[in-house]
């Protein structure tokens, strides 16, 4: 069984609403078991920063999916929930990012993991940490709790979480 941490945002329509459905169908999909979901934060846009405030949570998943195969997977969750792929960094219906896998250090061209940027990213590494203090960048062996991104500017407790299932009735 592979272990997986994911990534996901949204800042189109109901924020709320599209990190369900992307957390319901991760969870429908045969081979994936969402076993925790961080508390919902609200943060400010990276990199394209005229737009709406995002959403973000990070799930830990398991998984006998090798990890091109849930990029398929997280991809036509995207597809299926509206993504548009128009601008970088744009505005998005639902973002879904392979943060680790494993302690595995993967890099193909459509896939890098760890993750290229979440060193960088406090809307990634603050619901990381949260649901796991004790996860490593598995290339340097650090804490991620100890990186410097990790100070919570432009990011804020939108919604505290306490199980998957709690989540997935939000309203």
């Known amino acids: 069984m592979n272990n997986a941490y994911l990534s996901l945002g949204s800042n189109i329509g109901n924020r709320l609403e599209h990190l369900q459905q992307a957390v319901q169908l991760l969870n429908e999909h045969p081979s ?7 508390s919902v934060y609200e943060t400010d846009p990276v990199g394209l920063t005229e737009q709406a405030k995002f959403l973000n949570i ?9 990890a091109t195969e849930l990029l398929s997977v997280c991809q036509s969750i995207e597809n299926k929930l509206g993504r548009m792929r128009k601008i970088r960094w744009g505005p ?6 392979i943060l680790l896998y494993n302690e595995s250090h993967i890099q193909l061209e459509n896939l890098i993991i760890p993750h ?3 060193q960088e990213r406090a809307f990634v590494l603050v619901p990381l940490v949260e649901i796991n203090k004790d996860v490593k960048n598995p290339i ?13 500017d432009g990011i804020n407790l939108w919604k505290k979480i306490g199980r998957v299932e709690e989540f997935l009735r939000q309203d």
């Open 116 to 118: 290229i940027c979440m």
């Open 140 to 152: 340097t062996g650090t804490l991620y709790r100890e990186e410097l991104a990790i100070k919570e």
């Open 92 to 97: 998005r219906t639902v973002d879904l990012d």
């Open 58 to 66: 990070v799930v830990k998943l398991s998984t006998t999916l090798e």
């Open 32 to 38: 994936i078991n969402v076993s925790i979901v961080s």
